[in-house]
């Protein structure tokens, strides 16, 4: 089974400040798909980024970015130029690659989250 | 446009009454989840089907079940509700092949 821990509870930055939030994770698999997720108050659950674990090049999207580090089993997400609208719960979680077929949900974990909060 | 329904946003509920949360996707995905999130916990993992007609427990399956009778629908069932099942509940749905994850927006249920 797949564990997922994100060690911050709560951050807090300043508005434009850069802000790092750490996850890392245990498994035994090869092959998998790492996501952050973003929930503000909506709670909603929006996908910010997602890496391919047999990918090297760590992924990007605008503001967002990611340090993976598979040796490690590190999987950080790097916000630059923090806004107000950054304010959310932030979820990191793990897919396992593939067809499900030995049965188990363990193909996917979450972490707990981390509270951040984009102060004016 | 594609994507999961839950149903209701939120609802009350008295302790004793059974409940039906609704879940539908259309994307043909073969894997769906319960989830429900509580402050602190986290997402934690109700029940989950991989294929239709089969599902699984997870880490919190007692109060509730679950059918998969069809790729599409996936419905969570509380027979009869408690106070501490209050929380938010998140129907998903994954294409693991493709590497992808969809949520709904989720329930908040209140037991009273």
């Known amino acids: 089974a797949q564990t997922v821990t994100q060690s911050q509870p709560e951050m807090s930055v300043q508005e434009a400040e850069t802000v790092t939030l750490s996850c890392t994770y245990d498994?035994?698999?090869?092959?998998?798909?790492l996501f952050w997720y973003k929930q503000p108050p909506s709670r909603q659950m929006i996908l910010v980024i997602r890496q391919e674990a047999y990918k090297q090049q760590n992924a990007t999207e605008n503001r967002f970015s990611v340090n993976f580090q598979k040796a490690a089993k590190s999987f950080s997400l790097k916000i630059s130029d923090s806004q107000l609208g950054d304010t959310a719960m932030y979820f990191c979680a793990f897919m396992k690659h593939g067809i499900n077929s030995g049965g188990g949900a363990d193909g996917l974990t979450f972490g707990k989250g981390t509270h951040l909060i984009i102060q004016p | 446009i594609a994507g999961i329904t839950q149903a209701p946003t939120s609802q009350i509920l008295a302790a004793g009454r059974r409940m039906t949360l609704r879940c539908t996707q259309d994307m043909r995905h073969n894997a769906m989840y319960w989830y429900r999130q509580d402050l602190g916990l986290g997402l934690r993992l109700i029940h989950y089907?991989?294929?239709?007609?089969?599902?699984g427990k997870g880490e919190v399956p007692d109060g509730y079940s679950v059918s998969r009778a069809n790729t599409d629908d996936f419905p969570l069932t509380l027979a009869s509700a408690v106070p501490s099942q209050t929380s938010v509940y998140f129907c998903?749905?994954?294409?693991?092949?493709?590497?992808?994850?969809?949520f709904g927006s989720g329930t908040q249920l209140s037991v009273l």
């Open positions: 998903a749905s994954s294409d693991r092949a493709a590497g992808k994850l969809f």
């Open positions: 089907s991989n294929t239709a007609g089969t599902t």
């Open positions: 498994t035994s698999e090869n092959n998998y798909y």
